[in-house]
């Protein structure tokens, strides 16, 4: 089959239909730079029409300055291709077939059909933001608003994208094993098919006021700043930077929910000096705490060094911390206590906070399960699920004792 033909020889209705219903404009790219085919949104941003991207060298989409070296830069990817972001710390440029000039976002990742490599390029029209930025580009605080988040749109996006083309190439093709692989594939359509029912429920609801926030803030500053009125500025930043700060730790939920399924991660011990640790994860909640919130440490006994997996350990505490302050009130305080026995790591994070209805203790670490009594504090209902997961890949365990409005405690015990 070449390369160069229709996308119907090239993949399955299953993804032309994905394909085609794109939010991002993608175009893909044969090895020898030459467009193979461009979806709908693609053709929007370059203004082409329909099918009139075909066939042209991915070089033309591209001002003169940059085609010398784009063409190495093809080269090298095909030689090495993985998933990634094109020019990281540098704005990119494309050009429309009138040979205006724009910004964009491009990212990277790639397939194989027949031995052949199909690079897909995933690209925004940035024009807009871009001149959101300019008119916040004054203050400093500014550059954290978007980072986070499209570092994480971007590789959630490509996973996404890349384990459903997988999924749907990867048809085993020896008769006596169809049976038992359709089943397979069946039951992990449908748990995809409650993840993303959950998720989309789960961000219509908590992506909503984040957002709009996020707008109206912007809009305020553009004003603000026209009128030098600096502390309105910083206060629309705060709520900016906040708002982004939820929709990333969303994010991080569904990410790491996703590589727990995947099975993915990998346990990497090494020796951790726990003082200088639970310092550093102290640094890092403070700010994130509520007015007059405290965060107190105290060894019960002598821990110097333990071996276990720096990251995972980190992502265990850093949210069972951050639990403990979200769900108490302002003026309170959050204990850690931390002690070593029979070669375990112990710690238990206790709080003054609202507590678990007895009814809801025994769903606490079910994925989306969410007390009754949360009210309007964000979240997924996926953090202790996450967090109990960890755990056993650590071969450790996680217990908890709560009194509904008097405050909880978690206590976990890990393997060194």
């Known amino acids: 089959m070449s390369i160069h033909a229709p996308i119907s020889q090239v993949t399955n209705d299953a993804f032309r239909e994905i394909f085609q219903s794109m939010s991002e404009g993608i175009v893909m790219v044969d090895e020898m730079g030459k467009i193979v085919i461009a979806n709908p949104i693609a053709e929007q941003i370059f203004e082409y029409e329909r099918n009139e991207l075909s066939g042209l060298s991915l ?184 708002s982004v700060n939820h929709l990333t730790s969303i994010l991080n939920d569904f990410l790491s929910l996703g590589k727990l399924e995947e099975g993915v991660i990998d346990i990497n011990k090494a020796l951790i000096d726990i003082p200088q640790f639970i310092e550093s994860i102290r640094e890092e909640l403070i700010p994130t705490f509520k007015p007059g919130q405290k965060f107190e440490v105290q060894y019960e006994s002598p821990i110097n060094d333990i071996n276990s997996d720096v990251r995972i350990l980190r992502n265990i505490l850093f949210n069972l911390v951050s639990n403990a302050s979200k769900y108490s009130d302002q003026d309170k305080t959050i204990l850690l206590k931390c002690r070593s026995e029979n070669r375990n790591f112990i710690f238990e994070i206790i709080d003054e906070g609202i507590g678990i209805p007895l009814q809801d203790q025994k769903h606490m670490f079910e994925r989306f399960f969410r007390a009754s009594n949360a009210g309007n504090v964000q979240g997924t209902g996926l953090g202790l699920n996450i967090v109990k997961r960890y755990i056993d890949l650590l071969g450790g365990i996680i217990s908890f004792s709560s009194e509904y409005g008097k405050g909880s405690t978690f206590t976990v015990s890990v393997p060194v």
């Not at 094109?86 to 205006?100: E, H, S």
């Not at 940035?126 to 988040?149: G, T």
């Not at 449908?190 to 989309?200: A, D, G, P, Q, S």
């Open 59 to 242: 070089e033309e989409l591209l001002p003169e300055r940059y085609r010398g070296r784009h063409i190495n830069f093809r080269k090298g990817f095909n030689a090495h291709p993985e998933p990634r972001r094109m020019g990281f710390g540098r704005d990119l440029t494309a050009l429309k077939k009138n040979g205006q000039e724009f910004p964009v976002e491009i990212s990277l990742s790639y397939t194989q059909v027949q031995g052949k490599i199909l690079v897909m390029a995933f690209i925004s029209d940035i024009s807009q933001r871009k001149k959101a930025e300019d008119a916040l580009k004054r203050s400093e605080e500014q550059l954290i608003v978007y980072a986070a988040e499209l570092e994480k749109k971007v590789q959630s996006r490509t996973e996404a994208l890349h384990k459903t083309i997988q999924e749907l190439e990867n048809e085993v093709s020896e008769r006596k094993k169809a049976e038992e692989e359709a089943r397979k594939s069946l039951e992990k359509e449908r748990e995809l098919n409650e993840l993303k029912t959950k998720f989309v429920s789960i961000a219509s609801h908590e992506f909503r006021t984040p957002l709009s926030t996020v707008l109206s803030s912007a809009s305020l500053i553009n004003q603000y700043n026209a009128r030098g009125e600096r502390e309105k500025i910083d206060k629309h930043i705060q709520r900016i930077k906040s």
